[in-house]
């Protein structure tokens, strides 16, 4: 179990967060169409695992649009922003503010074994049963080659360190 914070306060993480070098675990997850799909569904591509609460709050929000310009520049490259959203809710925020260049994900249907997969289940605190926030980037054959739990929810991710790893 690992612990973050929210707002200064302590939050317990659950799962086993993927170390760099390690192979993820496969998912099973509801694209904006509600249709499933896994890891396999990215084959051959480099895979930006952009793990937060909900697109709702104003951190999460900023951060799928940064990685939604980043995108745009990255070769062989798929970035997905996952979250416990309902895909409704993740197709209306990327209508509502022009998100074309990532994808959205739902765990919706497996938040308990997805989470718990990939160390983000948030186990106490307001955001019980949400997603906490992560980066994790994986190589062509799922191979974890960075991986960040941010330590305080309410902060973006480290940009510049995960997308210097896939270069």
Known sequence: MSQ???????VSIGGTFPAPGSVAP???????KR????????AGKKKIL???????????????KRFNDEAATLDNTVVLCISADLPFAQ???????GVESIETL????????????????????SLRGLTSRAVIILDES????????IAEITEEPNYENALSALK
């Open 106 to 125: 739902s765990a919706f249907r497996d938040i308990a074994g997805f989470t718990h997969a990939y160390g983000v289940a948030i186990l106490d605190s």
């Open 50 to 64: 952009n793990i937060f609460p909900s697109v709702d709050t104003p951190t999460c929000a900023l951060s799928v």
């Open 4 to 10: 973050v914070t929210l707002k200064g306060e302590a």
């Open 142 to 149: 799922n191979k974890v080659i960075y991986s960040e739990l």
């Open 35 to 42: 249709e499933d799909v896994s890891l396999n569904d990215y």
């Open 91 to 97: 197709k209306r925020f990327c209508g509502a503010e």
């Open 26 to 32: 496969d998912f099973l997850l509801a694209n904006i």
